[in-house]
């Protein structure tokens, strides 16, 4: 179980963004370190593209199931990733604290979402 507001003081920055937070969160919420698994796709964001060979831990998802992780991207920008939980998104973006969004108000900024859980 993820408790949403003992996150919402994280804030951006030039260690810390939106692949770190949601490392922290499963993290600390599940005690579940996906570091190792996640490395790919932290090396994805870097390069502004996700590369769908280093998801090999996840399973792509037609529709989010809690928790799983959210990825929205658009062309020419850094793909940017949430934790789905209980109907919103928990994610961190921009250079505002952490929000717990409605789905539709993130997506709007990008071309495509998905969703993957990790096996």
């Not at 949601?22 to 370190?33: L, T």
């Not at 998801?55 to 959210?70: A, I, N, Q, W």
Request: net charge positive; aromatic share 12%; with cysteine.
């Amino acid at each position: 179980m993820i408790n949403v507001d003992s996150f919402l003081d994280r804030v951006p920055g030039p260690q810390y963004k939106c692949f770190d937070f949601v490392r922290e969160v499963w993290a600390e919420s599940f005690a579940v370190d996906l570091g190792d698994q996640l490395q790919g796709l932290a090396a994805a964001l870097d390069d502004r593209h996700v590369v769908l060979s280093e998801l090999r831990g996840f399973r792509k998802l037609l529709v989010p199931s809690d928790p799983c992780f959210v990825i929205f991207q658009r062309r020419r920008s850094t793909p940017h990733i949430g934790i789905w939980y209980q109907g919103n998104v928990l994610h961190l973006q921009g250079g505002q604290s952490a929000q717990y969004s409605r789905l539709k108000d993130v997506a709007l900024r990008y071309t495509r979402t998905t969703f993957y859980e990790h096996r």
